[in-house]
């Protein structure tokens, strides 16, 4: 359709973008109900809610950017409604997983303790809080607007985007260390397990590579509105962002995926590494994905709180 303005809509990128945005959309509600199938209430813990809430962020974010999307072109009330989006949906789902990383490092470092009686973890928890000053200057310094001929232009001015990429990516690259390098100490110290064949040494391989790729597609996807100084087509922009968050759930879903399929007996009891000496890296794991106890396995020398059983 030629509009009054001579863009010619749909174009190129609006169907491509399109066509993502379904790609992600799928993605998502197929990770979310794997996630969820065959889970009931009373095992949903903090570490789950969590989880869920970040699939729920990023699906919502795909969801609102497949309409607007398809809306962007002379209407300046879809473009500004585009940003919003970044700044509640992608921004939460940014939040959620920093606190998920915090939650997976109290698991494997202060399992003794509760939450909140831990120093780490209101450290940890506080450094949540210059997120409430980065995003304050997202919403007051960006740019929303629409070019001669109909295009809509949205992004972050220097004075938002550049504190954002750099707490991104520090914040990101600091609590991924301090979550490795426990279950690094577990595999050099504990002299009983087969480290390289235990599930924590699986998670910990798993969770690198996790972090490393949702650190590098976060770090570029801010990279871009930096080196576009904010000012980038909104349905790029919000391609790349829900390119971005899909990335992010994907490998979250890797990492927490359960693997009963595969460690459980012939006869259905609990896994096999967990009756062997593994059985101590093997249970820390077990908040970490979506794997349930056995409420009969019997292991005195764990001191954990009840939330890592849950």
Not at 58 to 65: D, G, I, K, L, R
Not at 147 to 172: E, H, K, W
Not at 272 to 282: I, S
Request: hydrophobic share 45%.
């Amino acid at each position: 359709m030629e509009q009054a303005s001579g863009l010619v809509s749909p174009d190129h990128l609006e169907v491509v973008s399109e066509f993502v945005s379904c790609i992600c959309i799928t993605a998502l509600a197929a990770c979310f109900g794997d996630k969820t199938y065959g889970e009931s209430i009373k095992h949903i813990s903090y570490g789950r809610v969590l989880v869920l809430l970040l699939y729920g962020f990023s699906w919502a974010f795909c969801f609102t950017s497949a309409i607007l999307v398809s809306t962007n072109n002379n209407n300046i009330i879809s473009c500004t409604l585009g940003m919003m989006s970044c700044d509640v949906f992608y921004a939460g789902s940014k939040v959620i997983g920093y606190a998920w990383l915090m939650e997976r490092v109290h698991l494997v470092t202060n399992t003794k303790l509760k939450r909140l009686e831990s120093k780490v973890y209101r450290f940890h928890f506080a450094l949540l809080c210059p997120y409430a000053l980065i995003l304050g200057l997202m919403l007051s310094f960006k740019n929303i607007y629409l070019t001669d001929d109909g295009r809509c232009i949205i992004g972050l001015q220097y004075v938002a985007s550049i504190p954002l990429m750099i707490y991104d990516f520090i914040l990101n690259l600091y609590l991924t260390f301090l979550f490795m390098r426990p279950l690094m100490n577990v595999g050099m110290t504990n002299s009983r397990m087969d480290w390289k064949k235990s599930r924590l040494y699986r998670l910990a391989r798993r969770t690198l590579v996790a972090s490393v790729v949702c650190l590098l597609v976060s770090f570029v996807n801010v990279l871009t509105v930096v080196i576009t100084h904010g000012h980038e087509r909104g349905l790029v922009c919000l391609t790349m962002c829900t390119v971005d968050v899909t990335v992010n759930v994907m490998t979250v879903h890797w990492v927490t995926n359960n693997s009963k399929s595969k460690n459980k007996d012939p006869q259905g009891g609990t896994t096999r590494m967990m009756k062997t000496g593994h059985a101590t890296a093997d249970v820390q794991t077990a908040e970490m994905t979506f794997e349930e106890q056995d409420n009969k396995l019997n292991l005195p020398h764990l001191h954990h709180h009840d939330d890592t059983k849950r």
